[in-house]
């Protein structure tokens, strides 16, 4: 046959000479399926085969044999032996206690707990706990006591209600909110005169004074017994200090409670930031020293600036001044801030004491 007729039939019929007809094996693979190496160098276009036939080899040859396994990658874990790292060891018991830390040092690993405390000074313990007594002058303020009485804290051992000569149910309502409470009669007339006779029948090592008409929240009284614990002796509440307020200050109040507050840090050389405030914690074994004899609002200026006169270490805590409950308040500001005024001057270091001076000038 003419070479022309040989080419047109395969043009014709769509296949080239190296194609082999459906059911035949490729003439270009190998036996056992496999591309040979005339095949291969067709695929990638070498000299001596046709760079269109590639293709139409790749489809018609069988598949190919399943690949190698890979390389294990930076992912995959190491196979051999010698290339796998040794398991880190479990952690102990004393390693869980004190976490690894860069600045620890090697003796620290396994010692002491972290619950531990070290102690700052040989002769530090555990603070002993000390009795307190709260002592609540009360002037018809049967309305006021449940709310104070429901809020005072369990430090409190004891609590001296002192009546003075109230017509209301006071004595009764203190009795049913706190049946332990301890109610005792005012012997004379004042809001000095009833402190002095609480302070005169609390049994507790630290005393504490705060009002009865809901202007004083006894959740603080915590914190004046922590200066108490930590070695101060006569602890008082400021309204002008980070933390403390007062929602009851009027402008004659607050501009009298400044004026005097000059005259004492003046007058005695202190630092303090509040003076007519009545919520205070001492001591009761410097009751003596405090050598307490007013009778009316004045005591709260007197036992202040008694204490600064015996040396006493004086420590003042944050405290809100909230308004009064219910009532009205037996506080006359002008009266009472003259009566202050003449005890901070009259107590004044250097000055003739009044229990020195004759009976006509008290």
Same mark, same amino acid.
Request: charged fraction near 25%; glycine fraction near 10%.
């Given at each position: 046959?003419?070479?022309?007729?040989?080419?047109?039939?395969?043009?014709?019929?769509? *296949?080239? !000479?190296? =194609? &082999?007809? +459906?059911?035949?094996?490729?003439?270009?693979? &190998?036996?056992?399926?496999?591309? $040979?190496?005339?095949?291969?160098?067709?695929?990638?276009?070498?000299?001596?085969?046709?760079?269109?036939?590639?293709?139409?080899?790749?489809?018609?040859?069988?598949?190919? &044999?399943?690949?190698? /396994?890979?390389?294990?990658?930076?992912?995959?874990?190491?196979?051999? !032996?010698?290339?796998? +790292?040794?398991?880190?060891?479990? #952690?102990?018991?004393?390693?869980?206690?004190? /976490?690894?830390?860069?600045?620890?040092?090697?003796?620290?690993?396994?010692?002491?707990?972290?619950?531990?405390?070290?102690?700052?000074?040989?002769?530090?313990?555990?603070?002993? @706990?000390?009795?307190?007594?709260?002592?609540?002058?009360?002037?018809?303020?049967?309305?006021?006591?449940?709310?104070?009485?429901?809020?005072?804290?369990?430090?409190?051992?004891?609590?001296?209600?002192?009546?003075?000569?109230?017509?209301?149910? $006071?004595? #009764?309502?203190?009795?049913?909110?706190?049946?332990?409470?301890?109610?005792?009669? =005012?012997? %004379?007339?004042?809001?000095?005169?009833?402190?002095?006779?609480?302070?005169?029948?609390?049994?507790?090592?630290?005393?504490?004074?705060?009002?009865?008409?809901? *202007?004083?929240?006894?959740?603080?009284? #915590?914190?004046?017994?922590?200066?108490?614990?930590?070695?101060?002796?006569?602890?008082?509440? *400021?309204?002008?200090?980070?933390?403390? %307020? *007062?929602?009851?200050? @009027?402008?004659?109040?607050?501009?009298?409670?400044?004026?005097?507050?000059?005259?004492?840090?003046?007058?005695?050389?202190?630092?303090?930031?509040?003076?007519?405030?009545?919520?205070?914690?001492?001591?009761?074994?410097?009751?003596?020293?405090?050598?307490?004899?007013?009778?009316?609002?004045?005591?709260?200026?007197?036992?202040?600036?008694?204490?600064?006169?015996?040396?006493?270490?004086?420590?003042?805590?944050?405290?809100?001044?909230? !308004?009064?409950?219910? %009532?009205?308040?037996?506080?006359?500001?002008?009266?009472?801030?003259?009566?202050?005024?003449?005890?901070?001057?009259?107590?004044? #270091?250097?000055?003739?004491?009044?229990?020195?001076?004759?009976?006509?000038?008290?």
């Amino acid at each position: 046959m003419p070479p022309d007729a040989d080419s047109r039939r395969a043009r014709s019929s769509g *296949s080239s !000479p190296a =194609q &082999a007809g +459906p059911g035949r094996r490729a003439p270009d693979t &190998a036996p056992d399926g496999s591309p $040979t190496a005339t095949a291969d160098a067709s695929a990638d276009g070498s000299p001596g085969h046709s760079p269109e036939a590639a293709p139409s080899a790749a489809l018609l040859a069988p598949p190919a &044999a399943p690949a190698a /396994p890979v390389a294990p990658t930076a992912l995959t874990a190491p196979t051999t !032996p010698a290339a796998t +790292p040794s398991a880190p060891a479990a #952690p102990s018991a004393s390693d869980r206690a004190v /976490p690894d830390h860069p600045n620890r040092r090697a003796e620290d690993r396994g010692g002491r707990r972290r619950t531990d405390r070290p102690m700052r000074r040989s002769g530090d313990g555990v603070v002993p @706990t000390h009795t307190v007594s709260l002592v609540i002058p009360a002037h018809n303020e049967a309305r006021n006591i449940p709310w104070v009485f429901e809020q005072i804290p369990r430090c409190v051992d004891e609590v001296i209600l002192v009546d003075g000569a109230s017509s209301d149910a $006071t004595v #009764p309502m203190a009795r049913y909110c706190l049946p332990t409470v301890r109610s005792v009669q =005012q012997r %004379g007339r004042g809001k000095g005169d009833a402190l002095r006779t609480g302070f005169a029948a609390a049994g507790g090592e630290y005393i504490v004074m705060m009002d009865a008409d809901g *202007s004083m929240w006894p959740g603080e009284i #915590p914190h004046f017994l922590h200066f108490l614990d930590n070695g101060f002796d006569f602890v008082k509440g *400021s309204r002008c200090i980070a933390g403390g %307020g *007062s929602l009851d200050f @009027t402008r004659v109040r607050s501009l009298g409670n400044r004026a005097l507050l000059a005259v004492v840090n003046r007058l005695y050389g202190a630092r303090l930031t509040d003076l007519c405030y009545g919520y205070c914690a001492f001591r009761r074994s410097f009751l003596d020293a405090l050598d307490l004899r007013s009778t009316g609002f004045e005591i709260e200026a007197e036992m202040v600036a008694h204490a600064l006169r015996s040396g006493l270490r004086i420590a003042e805590v944050p405290s809100l001044e909230l !308004p009064r409950r219910s %009532g009205r308040s037996h506080l006359h500001a002008v009266s009472d801030g003259r009566r202050v005024l003449r005890t901070l001057i009259a107590e004044r #270091p250097g000055a003739r004491s009044s229990a020195d001076a004759p009976a006509g000038e008290r």
